[in-house]
């Protein structure tokens, strides 16, 4: 009995497997027919040489490159034939300079181009390699320990470029699922530096701590539906010293307030207003007065006010060592080459020297120059006095081409009567291109007649421009 039972239960086994069986056997079949008559619809057909011509013929391929405007001002630059100094000559003709960023006027002093003479022949030109590749020299580990002592910093790094210090040092920190809250009117490098964070990034109006907090405030909203998750993602806040594309200094201050009320680490670009601002140049920490502790990270060039190349960072160790394994400018790039680090560090010798003259001088042509430039006729002014960085924009807003060339005819102009003034050139790349301006660099080494010359021949040659295009 028990033996008959186990034989009508295989049967029923094999039953069912039966009906699977056919089932898989029908789907391949299927797909089988599919392939079959897929391959006879590709079958190749025939082409004749005649239509092939005709084809190759009839073909436009993509531009490799976008057209470009033939009027473009990188196609038709500007030639610089002289030490670039408080004058400059541009295009054969001998202008006073307010067009480079020559803030301290240590281009051309020759206690610096003495030092980086001996340097080159000590040295030789260039380093030959990364920091971390047999690219390190004694002179860049001094210029690392001047710049900490001058900042008032634990430590600081030196990268070979300027552009990259920023692009660099903000994603060694900055992942993807970080948030930066950062102003709209942030300078190039800094908005590569956010791209390559791939974090997510949040922008306020420019210089308005009261938007940034009101963003702050829908962030704290979002993080208290998920606090398990909001503990898990990083807020960084990034400014600029002085904006290179307006001139206006940061409200300082207020910023670290909120950075303290909202647990936000805060991130300064002072390319500008290293060695402007300030009672000894130190940047906008001195010249508000905020203790260097509550910043976690200042980011600079050389560049400017210290007329020689590369950028640093300074902070703590714990923030700056980072860098050394992760700042893909540091670890990538060649180093600074010795003659300009040495310049570098005659350059901030100098200013520790003659601090007083150097920034006090420097201030005073600022507030005068701003002074005058306030009362231009055809001119909004943006800057603050004190800032060495000034933008004038036409009162008349016109479009972004037509005020684009009637600047330009005033640069001209200016060129012509031995003014030496240039409008800013942006890149399509930019998020938020800039309006169209004339920029205005202030040098220590500027005196009254040359700020009232500068003033002069600005209002004559936008007269002459503006009043031929009313």
């Not at 201050?253 to 002072?270: N, Q």
């Not at 030496?420 to 920029?439: C, D, G, H, K």
Request: charged share 25%; hydrophobic share 40%; proline share 4%.
């Amino acid at each position: 009995m028990a033996v008959k039972y186990q034989l009508l239960e295989s049967i029923n086994i094999f039953g069912t497997n039966g009906q699977y069986e056919i089932v898989i056997a029908t789907f391949i079949g299927l797909w089988v027919i599919w392939l079959f008559s897929r391959s006879r619809k590709n079958k190749r057909v025939e082409v004749s040489d005649e239509e092939v011509e005709r084809k190759l013929a009839e073909w436009r391929p993509q531009s490799l490159v976008p057209e470009v405007d033939p009027n473009h001002p990188f196609l038709s630059p500007r030639c610089v034939s002289s030490k670039i100094g408080k004058r400059i000559t541009v295009d054969g003709q001998d202008c006073l300079n307010l067009a480079t960023h020559n803030y301290l006027g240590f281009l051309g002093d020759g206690r610096i181009e003495e030092k980086a003479t001996l340097a080159t022949r000590k040295y030789g030109v260039g380093s030959c390699g990364p920091r971390g590749f047999y690219g390190t020299v004694d002179v860049h580990l001094d210029l690392e320990e001047r710049l900490a002592q001058f900042m008032d910093a634990e430590e600081a790094i030196v990268y070979s470029y300027g552009f990259s210090t920023v692009a660099s040092a903000i994603p060694a920190y900055c992942k993807r699922r970080d948030i930066i809250f950062t102003d709209e009117k942030v300078n190039f490098a800094v908005q590569k530096g956010l791209d390559a964070s791939r974090s997510t990034v949040r922008y306020f109006k420019h210089n308005d701590f009261e938007d940034l907090e009101r963003l702050l405030i829908e962030q704290t909203n979002i993080d208290k539906k998920n606090p398990t998750k909001a503990a898990k993602i990083r807020k960084f806040l990034v400014v600029e010293g002085i904006y290179m594309n307006t001139g206006l200094i940061c409200p300082l201050p207020e910023l670290v307030a909120l950075c303290r009320k909202y647990k936000l680490r805060i991130f300064i670009d002072e390319s500008i207003s290293f060695g402007t601002l300030g009672r000894t140049g130190k940047g906008v920490t001195e010249h508000f007065g905020v203790p260097r502790h509550e910043i976690d990270m200042i980011m600079g060039s050389l560049e400017w006010a210290i007329s020689s190349i590369g950028g640093f960072c300074v902070g703590s160790s714990f923030v700056i060592e980072h860098q050394r394994l992760s700042g893909l400018g540091y670890c990538f790039s060649a180093s600074l080459p010795p003659l300009l680090t040495t310049a570098a560090i005659i350059a901030i010798d100098i200013m520790e020297q003659e601090a007083d003259d150097l920034f006090g001088t420097l201030a005073n042509n600022c507030v005068h120059l701003h002074t005058l430039l306030s009362k231009l006729q055809h001119f909004e002014l943006s800057a603050l006095p004190e800032s060495p960085l000034k933008h004038l924009f036409l009162r008349k807003k016109q479009s972004h081409d037509e005020e684009c060339l009637q600047l330009k005819n005033i640069s001209d102009k200016c060129i012509e009567n031995n003014l030496a003034i240039i409008t800013p050139v942006y890149l399509p790349l930019e998020r938020q291109l800039p309006r169209p301006s004339l920029r205005i660099c202030v040098s220590k080494a500027l005196d009254e007649k040359d700020l009232h010359f500068a003033f002069e021949t600005l209002e004559k040659c936008s007269n002459e421009v503006l009043n031929l295009h009313p």
